[in-house]
């Protein structure tokens, strides 16, 4: 009774089809991903975006259901696609997905000057090597162990150590005439170490390994994954590898991750699985760029919003996703890299900041403490962008967050054209008679990134092509200049600005800007906004005591300030007021690598800050809908 | 160029079978323990035995070596008979291995009172359970977790818990009316944990699980491994089980294993696995018999001599065969079940006990702990017999310790015909104008084991079959009654005992003693004996300032003491100052298990003891030699 489905990724080229055998019944989304093939599920399998859409190559398309028609279009719908995500299976098909994501050499953040634009940040990552030579045991009598011996070359009396790091110990031992190189973790740093005496043993190799000592800071974001390389002893970055999270196959935003994973255990592995793996990738290509061996990374910090550490860590999200939507833990955890499954020094320690609420997570502990808010004299704002963004407020006195579903949109996902800001992403855009676009790496267009979407929005709001309600002027497009009117069109039921044809700027195909993606921006941004004017009207801050605006995250360091504004993403601060400070979530990890002061700093400042909830407050109805709205021209 | 290996188990089954692909010049037992074939190698392949036996079936046999001669006789090389160790491959060949030691219903050592016998034994095993309901999160602004929530109902500010524990918490804290059991561990006790205010949680578990609290003691031994599984509240042993240590075909005594493992990964991990898996079949079975859950089990003990120790633990033992025998390490230490993949509740604490030198584990600590003699106030002995005897004699003034390398003889093995004490192993016999035999079970005979080889060997001492240096006296059998005289034969080279023929006692096949039988336990006996002998040289201690001698382990509770008194297996006290005191080792363990402060206490038990090294001391050679010798008549 079942059915057989092929799945043909290249239609030009016959290896690259794929039959399972599926129970009548199953969607075709369920079908390939319990078949190991990725069908792209931004909304998570819920027909609210066409990322899943595949085209029929033999077998008759099902009648499109509502959501296929909404999502899809009659073109569409009538060229044989459907959404994978609603398309049961009742007899056999043969059907090619949409391609996945782009994943081609992104704009990498952070190879930056990382933690050395701190003057004062005191390098005790707590991680120390000593080159000792052991005098191994001779007496037969009286024994001691290698271990004791050890421990007596090092000067310490007691230690933490797990028989894992022994195993090897005794040839160790004798094998290298240099000695050995003992690695140890003092919690709290140095001189907390010397002062309570408790080491832990991290490593122990032959030779003199001392200068290498490294650690990786490893930013988990629900769209993008960012993991950095980092000498102890100096701060400095060494290298940075960014990619897409794998688990957006299974729902861009966060609420369909949790969905995904909600209540199943087995979907719950799979998210886990695909982010340890990813990790390890980022370790490997990590270490083959750099030169740095993986035995020789002794510590890692991680941040990242509350599903994802929970993911990463195998606990169960299912009630981060429902009201009151609590976390399951908040404090600070350290396990072994070994327990992780990261492939690097066994017993390095690997370091999770502490949470703050479901939705406001380690990641804002990060940016905390990179931009300084807890500890600075007046009134700040950091925004970090990113498809679950988040918004910190305050001073030393007192400091408010909340989260900001801003959804992938401004990560150009679930965007018609959209793209991550990869090669040929169209990054820059400016409108005048006419559009014209800049790519990044400069080569042939083949979509459209958030810095670009914005720059476009902000430049069809300067001609009136959008009105502030967001609607695309088709009606008034006679009074635009000829080249730009010849762009706005109603094609179906459509509204759409046509940003290039084919051939443009190298455009293979058409790109173009959509009545619903501009929705989705306007959702995006609105979020973003609305959490900023909440934290205003929670604490009783007008905009004139906010003494600077710092945006965060890897796509605040891309957009143009003047755009964000223009729309209404930032809200009407003086230019000179507003300032990028980077990756700072990744920052943040970066400083408590480097430092046990910074980290042990982590804990009392996310105990510090306050949540607020914007959906539980009662005037947030208002504040969102009148941020979704563009601002009224200059 | 690779040459084809039949290995046929047994002949009369098709499928007993199996062909390896094998590169020449590799011997037979190399090829099938990398084909992963079992062929017993009780000496470690090294030509010293005959358990890695095989008979050709095709293919020539080679010529002999001198091991093959001299191990197996003229008559089994002519039959086609060799030594799988020596036997290198050149051609296409079938064999079959010899039989693997027996498997079936040992007797279970154990299932005693367990610590019950101890009235003053405080219990405390470290391990609560508490059963609350827990009010989960119901605020959106100001959140807290569902840990912090548990933590509040259970009554702790704060408490080590890894991530795991928390996998499954949501759920569990939401879905049962009754409300969830938590398990904490206070290493120390109970009153150490509300002192420090420092807890472990174990496991968060649905529903009201409070009866539920099991332990395990484990005594990992050369040859026997022993797992008892014992309720913590009362301390009641519930089922034991025993088994051959699996390892065994690699060796059968500690310097065979260590051979095989030496500066070889490989093999180490081997060892590693078997003894892992082994304990994984143990907590099975005892789960069946009992009743008990095995996510129930949330404490294990575990003691062994020091190469056990290490292997379990993954620690390289190279250098634990080599002078000056020292241990890697000697610290007591505490994993989780996880760690250590045992299949039991995955936070379970697994504490080692801590070891005292190369050759004298935690096993001889666990026999101080139940034999209480760190705190007699006169001198006793401990003697805990296994193929790595330890010999410990002290008083709570001071305390020594060595080891006796006596080898399997005494479990049976490395005897032509023997067995371990399983069914229809001769386990009694006496000796009068003929030989009787009682056999376990009272079954057929199917070979001896270690008590009836004691009983055996006192009696024809008694009759004159054999004098004081262990010569058969076949030329003396005419002066003996002649059914005795029939039994005592010289075949070919060979002085022999017959034990029984077909039929007699139901024995399929004649069983008889070798001359190199007696030479094999008088080696054992030996070393036992000369260990006391040594320890009381040291101590500066004679025979009647000896209180009580206690005799420790699996064997010593079946051998007949005036049979043990009679072969000089034990020194000549008088009868009454002599006294089993069962599985020892297994005891402390269970003590420790039931008791934290009995675990304490095993930390300064260890390092009060005084190791003795055999072999080292200058007086060694003349006191072996004379305990090789049987005592005179009496």
Redesign the interface.
């Known amino acids: 009774m079942a059915v057989p489905l092929t799945l043909v990724t290249d239609p030009n080229d016959p290896g690259a089809r794929r039959t399972l055998t599926v129970a009548p019944g199953t969607t075709i989304l369920k079908a390939a991903h319990a078949g190991g093939v990725d069908i792209t599920a931004t909304c998570g399998g819920r027909g609210r975006c066409t990322s899943c859409r595949v085209k029929f190559l033999a077998g008759l398309p099902p009648p499109p259901t509502i959501m296929d028609e909404v999502q899809l279009g009659d073109d569409l719908v009538r060229e044989g696609y459907r959404l994978a995500c609603q398309c049961v299976l009742h007899e056999a098909v043969t059907v090619q997905p949409a391609p996945p994501l782009d994943e081609r050499s992104f704009q990498i953040l952070g190879a930056g000057p990382g933690v050395r634009q701190f003057g004062r940040v005191l390098l005790d990552s707590g991680i120390a090597k000593q080159v000792i030579k052991v005098a191994?045991?001779?007496?037969?009598?009286?024994?001691?162990?290698?271990?004791?011996q050890l421990l007596a070359a090092v000067g310490l009396t007691t230690a933490d150590?797990?028989?894992?790091v022994?195993?090897?110990?005794?040839?160790a031992l004798?094998d290298d005439p240099t000695g050995v190189t003992v690695t140890t973790f003092a919690e709290g740093g140095a001189s907390a170490g010397e002062s309570t005496g408790r080491q832990r043993i991290l490593a122990v190799e032959r030779g003199d390994t001392a200068l290498m000592k490294f650690g990786l800071a490893i930013d988990v974001g629900t769209t993008s994954v960012v993991t950095t390389l980092v000498e102890l002893e100096s701060g400095e970055q060494l290298a940075s590898v960014s990619s897409l999270n794998p688990q957006t196959v299974f729902g861009g935003d966060l609420m369909s991750r949790i969905a995904f994973a909600q209540?199943n255990p087995g979907n719950l592995r799979k998210l886990h699985t695909r982010i340890v793996g990813l990790l390890n990738q980022h370790i490997a290509q990590i270490c083959r760029d750099s030169g740095v061996l993986a035995k020789w990374i002794y510590k890692v910090v991680v941040v990242g919003n509350t599903c994802m550490h929970h993911i990463l860590?195998?606990?169960?999200p299912?009630?981060v996703g429902l009201?009151?939507?609590?976390?399951?833990?908040?404090?600070a955890?350290t396990?072994s890299a070994r327990?992780l499954f990261l492939k690097i020094a066994p017993e390095a320690r690997v370091c999770f900041l502490p949470?703050?609420?479901?939705f406001v997570g380690a990641d804002a502990v990060g940016v905390a403490l990179a931009t300084r808010i807890y500890d600075s004299a007046e009134i700040r704002i950091a925004v970090d962008i990113g498809t679950n963004g988040e918004v910190l407020l305050g001073s030393r006195d007192r400091l408010w967050a909340c989260s900001a579903p801003a959804g992938p949109a401004l990560e150009g996902a679930q965007i018609r054209h959209g793209m991550r800001g990869a090669l040929g992403a169209i990054d820059r855009v400016t409108v005048d008679d006419d559009i014209h676009v800049h790519t990044i790496g400069e080569t042939d267009a083949l979509g459209i990134c958030g810095s670009g979407i914005i720059d476009l929005l902000a430049g069809l709001l300067d001609r009136g092509v959008i009105d502030w309600t967001g609607l695309i002027q088709v009606d008034l497009r006679d009074s635009l200049p000829p080249r730009l009117a010849a762009r706005v069109v109603m094609r179906g039921e459509e509204r759409q600005v046509i940003v290039l044809r084919p051939g443009e700027a190298g455009a293979r195909q058409e790109i173009v800007l959509t009545q619903d993606d501009v929705r989705q921006v306007q959702l995006a941004k609105g979020a973003i906004a609305s959490g900023v004017t909440m934290l205003q009207h929670v604490a009783g801050v007008p905009a004139e005591a906010i003494s600077e605006l710092m945006l965060a995250g890897g796509f605040g360091n891309y957009v143009s300030v003047e755009s964000a504004l223009r729309i209404g993403l930032i809200p009407p601060l003086p230019r000179e007021r507003i300032r990028y400070v980077g990756n700072a979530a990744s920052l943040g990890a970066q400083l408590c690598l480097v430092s046990e002061t910074e980290r042990a700093r982590a804990e009392t400042v996310a105990a510090r800050i306050?949540?607020?909830?914007l959906?539980?407050h009662p005037d947030f109805e208002g504040i969102f809908v009148d941020c979704m709205n563009f601002p009224q021209a200059r």
């Not at 306050?610 to 909830?613: A, D």
Request: aromatic share 4%.
């Open positions: 191994v045991p001779r007496e037969e009598h009286h024994q001691t162990s290698d271990l004791e150590v797990v028989p894992a022994l195993q090897r110990l005794p040839s004798r209540f860590l195998g606990i169960d299912s009630h009201a009151p939507y609590a976390p399951v833990m908040r404090h955890v396990l327990e949470l703050v609420a479901g306050e949540h607020v909830s959906a539980a």
